[in-house]
DNA sequence: CGACCAATTGAATTGATTCAAGGTCCGTGG
DNA sequence: CCACGGACCTTGAATCAATTCAATTGGTCG
């Protein structure tokens, strides 16, 4: 595992969301830990418990197949929390992604914690079934336009894509190579729905049409 | 929708999951209700709150994309619990497969029952989790044999599977479709892996080839 | 500048799908 | 009791989307 440097932050974050806001209220916050590229948060195995929070940053929350295959669940950016598992331990893992400043929640037994973690947990719930309806039976232009529509929506942008992981991470995402991930790119510029600023920021020309792939 | 009928069944059932047990107590659990064959639970859009616990027979959790295609979420078969949901209303909706017995439970505010939710809802999340993996990294030989091994597992046998689903609903449960999930089948078969005792009825030959597909 | 890692692009291959033709099972009615 | 119809399942052949393998380009850092 890489380094991993502690400091403290303001008691104030900028975590907007209300329902994570009273769960902060409802533990003990602890300083924000900055984890480096790829710099490992939790393994598969590990005790579970804590609960994590995402400053800034991104992680991703993954698993392998025994042969070595990685299928990312999902990307955590800031303001979301994970760490939330059934047994007491880790069924999966959690990295750092680009950098990402994550501060550890300690569950106090607070009456109405459990009804937060509930409120916590169903959300991520939804979010997982549509992904499994994503990569059970979409094609991959439509996996991708799905996932520029939630970074937009996500980054509160109407035209500009960050894209903090790069083309391998996105594949393990939507269940695809990162050939292919390049190739579905190359087939929206061509399209004109897509620009490609740079190699991890995309413009999104034409929304309508991401929109007309996904439904 | 189609008829469904209600009868009472004394007090008892056949629930042996603890932690089931424990929600029933701290519910009203209302009669159970036959649903027959492609009856619906619930519509996409009905609103949630009750939560539903099959009592017998198999039930579906399912999603369309806009153009028709369906993505069965899960199955759930006797002593699973489902209905839960994030927001108000069901984003999902739920069929009975094969008849299935459904018992309403409808929460009373009690302390702790949310805590049992979240117990639920958190075991559901790590059967979900894997079922990415499986959607988005494994070929359609390791995902019929992940989903036989499962069937094996549920239903306590160790060499007989019931398909009480036809092959459609496997198709869309795997993100297959129902030629490749009958091509599969015979390959298996041809390998003596397994054999159809008939078109509802697989006996599993030899359970760790199974197992060797899997991981 | 050179080394290294990520991303792109091309060509060949393949796993799964699509389309189409039978086959099996089962309930219904003559 | 058997014939018929319909729903489901199986199988085959052709097609296609995505992968694999391989080469090249682009970007970054010492």
Known sequence: MLSQTTFQVAASSTIQDPEVCALMQQSQPGAVN???VDAMVYAQGDVAGPLYLVEFGTVRICQLTADGRRQITSFCYAGDVFGLEAGGEHEFYAESVDGAGIRVLRPTNEAGFAHRLLNLALRRFGRMQSHLVLLGRMSANEKMAHFLLDLLDRQGSDD?????????????????????????LRVLKDRAVIRLQSVDRIEVLDADALAALVD
Do not use: C, H
């Not at 391998?168 to 190739?183: H, K, Q, W």
């Open 34 to 36: 900055f984890y480096p």
């Open 160 to 184: 500009i894509v960050d894209l903090p992981m790069q083309r391998n991470d996105i594949a393990d995402y939507l269940g695809l190579t990162f050939e292919t991930v390049s190739r579905v």
